[in-house]
């Protein structure tokens, strides 16, 4: 259940997903053999996590980021072949992480690179992705991103998360810097709550992305645990979709 204790609107919102999150510790064998570590094969069932990815799409975030890391490349290209039509047939962009290889060849909306890979992708690679973003965790890495040309960026953490334990959160002030030293959109990672939402949005982010409170269903959407769809009211705009990326309102 969100904070407010109804639907949150997603519009500001990327979800960020991470298949393990979904129905945590409950493994369903039957499904689909996915490549593990070493020469082991893992079955792996996909369907909770598209089923729970199909309503968090119905909500109409501003876009999805398959991100997914563990997965080999094969595995990796089947379930983007999976996810792509579900977000496209509500609208919503799909940005593959990391590789640029597949996005190209399945037509994804665009891709999302750590800096540190999108430095070292030629520029005729870059120009060739319609919508380019980077993972940024200080003033330096959003200005870098900027030459680079990307159009939107996240950075993070910004709040304490349990996704990065340990570590102490980077800070709102780290925030409002890097949004007053860039004109590309930035969208805030790490601890975003619904409450938090504001916060970074008077702070000058396009933005949250968000991962686990959509992945797990808690805190963003109400129902999403069982099975229930929650549609908010902002409807696509005509046009290209993707660019809502692009903008920092």
Known sequence: MSE?????DLSRVICVTNRRLVDEGTAQAGG???PGAGSAAETEDWTPFLHRLAQVVHA??????LREKDLPPAAYERLAQAVLPICHDAHVPCLLHTYADVAQRLGADGVHL???LLAQMPAAERQCIRVLGASCHSVADVQAAERLGCRYVTLGHIYTTACKPGLPPRGRELL???????RLPVYA?????????????????????VMSGLMRGTDWLDGMGHGEVVENDVQPEPGDYRKSLETRS
């Open 176 to 182: 409002r810097l890097a949004c007053a030293a860039v």
């Open 114 to 116: 750590p800096l540190a």
């Open 189 to 209: 990672i790490g601890g975003i709550t619904p409450t938090r939402l504001e916060e970074i949005l008077a702070d000058g982010a396009a933005g949250a992305c």
């Open 4 to 8: 407010a204790g109804k639907a949150v």
């Open 32 to 34: 689909e053999a996915v």
């Open 60 to 65: 109409r975030p501003r876009a999805v980021v």
